[in-house]
């Protein structure tokens, strides 16, 4: 069988967005490849009109409930689609909730994963590719065989000659630091690679079979960070290809914090140490958690202004979090209530 690529991008509430990043993809030439666009099940008029772009600018649009996803689809529309060019097909899943960026991303990987495929990339719906970005990091993918996981060089996209990252460092005690960040473009190496330890899934291609998919314990992020780790345990290697270049609509500017980052605050704190609690040893963790604590004080105070009292809300809801040990759905929102 051919070395085919799926293209996973998903949407919630995000049409302008996607739809600009499903323009930049129309240059991507050289590889085989298909789209799947993942509607996790955004407001019905946002659907409305992702399906009324996809109908009318693919030659083939297949439309898809979660269901009909996760089992495979249907074997004659799939042989159509063969049969289509890869820039003329797209296909259209439709959640039936909003299930979270992995567990939305999954039930992709599922219907991959039933079609006997194993090569998918994970790509933000905020961003654009460089011409055949993704051909030449497909293409090393298929060349290097000695690596597991890949992601390029991704730029800001304003101002488009700022680096966001190419991939990460994941310290001893858990944190991740990113490789080029806020550096000129001119400091990066513009051909060759770097092995990584972190890779963002903000453009992530991997192989399926050897990786796994995405784990659906965390509601809100964690995901990559979780997935690099797993893979670092496994000597699964990573690797940034620095020719292959997208841009990410992110911004370096941070606001003051606001009650709802304080929530989101508190959640992520506490699954990053629920994750590291899964990959080190209980001594080695408990330090993390005493860095961590240190840490997020200092980040929130001089980074975003947050107040001692707000500093001390976080801390308290982390340790009921971990407790818990439940990061699901509701938990997240509960916690974005309270925080307030």
């Known amino acids: 069988m051919m070395e085919k690529l799926y293209i996973i991008i998903l949407n919630w509430n995000g049409y302008n ?66 049969s289509i060019d890869s820039q003329d097909k797209i296909v259209l899943i439709r959640n039936s909730d909003n299930l979270g960026f992995a567990a939305g991303n999954n039930v992709a990987l599922d219907y991959v994963e039933k079609l006997g495929y194993k090569y998918v990339l994970l790509l933000n719906n905020d961003t654009e590719i460089a011409e055949n970005a993704i051909s030449k990091l497909f293409s090393f993918a298929l060349e290097h065989s000695q690596f597991t996981a890949f992601v ?27 490789y080029y960040s806020n550096e000129h473009i001119q400091n990066v190496p513009q051909t060759g690679y770097k092995e990584i330890d972190y890779a963002t899934g903000c453009a992530l291609l991997f192989d399926m079979n050897r990786t796994g998919k995405l784990t659906e314990r965390f509601f809100f992020g964690e995901e990559d960070f979780e997935f690099s780790l797993r893979l670092k ?73 947050a107040s001692l009292m707000q500093c001390f809300t976080i801390q308290r809801e982390i340790f009921r979090l971990l407790k818990k040990n439940d990061f699901s759905k509701y938990i997240f929102l509960q916690t974005l209530k309270l925080c307030k």
């Open 152 to 178: 390029p060089q991704i730029r800001l996209f304003d101002p488009s000659n700022r680096i966001w990252n190419c991939g990460g460092k994941i310290t001893w005690y858990g944190a991740r630091f990113y």
């Open 17 to 82: 967005y996607t739809k600009d990043c499903l323009i930049s993809l129309k240059n991507e030439v050289g590889i085989d490849y298909t789209i799947i666009l993942v509607d996790n099940h955004s407001e019905q008029n946002e659907y409305e009109l992702l399906k009324s772009y996809c109908q009318s600018h693919y030659l083939m649009c297949v439309c898809y409930d979660e269901q009909q996803a996760r089992n495979g689809g249907e074997v004659d529309t799939e042989r159509k689609l063969l």
């Open 233 to 305: 345990k496994k000597s699964l290697k990573k690797v940034c290809l620095y020719s292959s270049v997208i841009y990410h609509k992110v911004s370096l500017s941070q606001n003051k914090i606001s009650n709802n980052n304080i929530g989101k605050a508190c959640y992520h704190y506490a699954i990053r140490l629920a994750d590291l609690k899964e990959y080190q040893n209980k001594l080695l963790w408990i330090v993390s958690v005493c860095i961590y604590s240190v840490f997020s004080v200092f980040t929130l105070k001089c980074n975003y202004g």
